[in-house]
Each structure stands twice: as C-alpha cells, then as structure tokens.
C-alpha cells in the first residue's frame, strides 16, 4: 500500500496536478512501484488495478488518464473527477468503478454551482465511450456496516468502447467513510479484479 508525501500543512496528500519543488510527481511514484512489482513477480499486466479513498479516489481517477496504458481498472472510493478519457494521452479508456455515499460532506455527492457529482462524472464518462443506455440496476444490496438495511444500489454499463464496463455505487444515507461488510469487501474486490486492460495501444 503506497504512502504519499506530507504537504506544507502536515496532511498526507497526493498530487493530482503539476509537479514542482513542493509538488512530486507520484504518477511517477506509482508507475515505478508497479514496475518493481512487476519485475519481482509473475503479475499479469492485463490485470494491474489502483484503487483509493477521497484524495486517494481522486488518485486512482487521475492514474486512469495519467498512467492508463499501465492499469486495467480504478477504484475510486469518495472522491470525483470530471477528466473524460479524450483529454488523456493516447484516450485509451480505463475500466472505472466509483463507490460513493450520498451523505458525503467532503466530496458531495450531488452537482453544485462549483462541483462536478459522481451521476454527472460518471454519465460524461460513459457517454463518451458510447456505453449502452440504460445500465443495468441492482438495488436492496446490504454492503455497508454502519447504515441499517440494505443501502447499496450498483449501476452498472456495459458495451462501452473496447469493451470497458463502469460501475456506480451509490450508498444512501452514508457519509465520506463507508464501513463495508465482509460480503460488500468481497463484492467490491471481485469487481475490480474482474476488468481487463484494453487491447487498444
């Protein structure tokens, strides 16, 4: 689990943006460590997957541009983004599946006059890639621990250009940090190690 740098202000931050004297290039960081995992070790490169929480989300969102010849799929938990795969170097896209309370305060999850929400992101995302419409819905799922019930909603779109799938989860009445249940970890990791990386160059 990589650990990025603390920032002027004590937090510990990733850089989304440019690099400078106080700003590293992780996408470099990360690229590396990937690279070493995967001299070390007999790793598939059709299945190398980022997943992060909040600014980690926001991460895994800009290792899908950044570095999108190297990952088969992001993870990205609490956190928004609103770069289409055009604007990417080469516009390979990634396989993306977003996970995200809807009573987030941090990274909310509803579109305001200053933020881009995830339906938003998501339906940019998809719609770029020529996604069928609509996705399929699975509601009444029980994969958070702290909410009463069963919270969780995926949606899910398939036929996407080279045969990348996006997935949405919204979970309702729950905040930045979800608490999953084993059976949700289980489902959440199975969807990710279930992408594949496009065979585009």
Same mark, same amino acid.
């Given at each position: 689990?990589p650990e990025a740098t603390l920032n002027a202000e004590? =937090? &510990? ?13 992780d996408t470099a960081y990360l690229r590396g460590l990937? $690279?070493?995992?995967? /001299?070390?070790? +007999?790793?598939d490169p059709a299945r190398v997957y980022v997943a !992060? ?6 991460? /895994? ?9 190297? =990952?088969? @799929?992001? #993870? /990205? ?8 795969? $055009?604007?990417?170097?080469?516009? *390979?896209?990634?396989?993306?599946? +977003?996970?995200? #309370?809807? $009573?987030?305060? $941090? ?13 938003? &992101?998501? *339906? ?18 029980? =994969?958070?621990?702290?909410? +009463? ?13 080279? !045969?990348? &799938?996006?997935? *949405? ?5 729950? @905040? ?6 084993? /059976?949700?970890?289980? *489902?959440?990791?199975? +969807? ?10």
């Open positions: 689990m004590g =937090f &510990t931050r990733w850089n989304t943006g440019p690099v400078g004297e106080f700003a590293p290039d990937v $690279q070493d995992a995967t /001299a070390r070790y +007999a790793i !992060g929480h909040s600014n980690g989300g926001g991460m /895994a969102y800009h290792l899908a541009c950044a570095a999108n010849d190297l =990952f088969a @799929g992001v #993870g /990205a938990l609490s956190a928004t983004n609103d770069t289409l795969p $055009q604007a990417c170097p080469d516009g *390979r896209p990634v396989n993306l599946l +977003a996970l995200h #309370g809807d $009573q987030d305060d $941090q990274h909310v999850f509803e579109t305001t006059p200053d933020h881009i929400g995830v339906d938003d &992101t998501l *339906r940019a995302y998809t719609s770029h890639l020529g996604c069928a419409e609509p996705p399929t819905t699975e509601a009444g799922l029980d =994969f958070e621990g702290v909410v +009463a019930g069963p919270e969780t909603e995926i949606l899910t779109w398939t036929g996407c250009r080279d !045969g990348v &799938t996006v997935q *949405r989860w919204r979970l309702f009445g729950v @905040g930045h940090i979800p608490i999953m249940t084993p /059976a949700g970890s289980e *489902r959440l990791v199975g +969807a990710l190690l279930e992408m594949r990386r496009s065979s585009q160059p």
